[in-house]
């Protein structure tokens, strides 16, 4: 059984940074990709960054492009998300998520995700 805990969240003011993490347990962790989504109130979980197995090759959103970055550390079994020049939009509760699948190529797509955290709230002030 895949288990994906996410950590990190808080209240935070506009401007202001953030670092999420998310361990994962129940799969060889550097063979899987990892993704982060989020979802706010009223609205769909939307993708928000993914990164390869090995850590080579990040994807982000454009509304986060620059000023978010996904991070691994295969060694810890983690997964990173580190929030600078944080907005009220981004307000939301953020989930990491992975499709289990070994060496597969990481998606945008929520459909494609099979196993996900219980998520962490993060709220921006303005």
């Known amino acids: 059984q895949v288990q994906l805990v996410e950590s990190g969240g808080g209240l935070v003011q506009a401007g202001g940074s953030l670092k999420l993490s998310c361990t994962v347990s129940?799969?060889?962790?550097?063979?899987?990709?990892m993704g982060w989504f989020r979802q706010a109130p009223g609205k769909e979980r939307e993708f928000v960054a993914a990164?390869?197995?090995?850590?080579?090759?990040?994807y982000y959103t454009d509304s986060v492009e620059g000023r978010f970055a996904i991070s691994r550390d295969n060694a810890k079994n983690a997964v990173y998300l580190q929030m600078d020049s944080l907005k009220p939009e981004d307000t939301a509760v953020y989930y990491c998520?992975?499709?289990?699948?070994?060496?597969?190529?990481?998606?945008?797509?929520?459909?494609?995700?099979?196993?996900w955290g219980q998520g962490t709230q993060v709220t921006v002030s303005s």
């Open positions: 129940g799969r060889t962790f550097s063979s899987i990709p």
């Open positions: 998520a992975t499709s289990g699948s070994y060496y597969s190529i990481p998606s945008r797509r929520r459909n494609d995700y099979n196993y």
């Open positions: 990164i390869a197995c090995s850590g080579s090759r990040t």
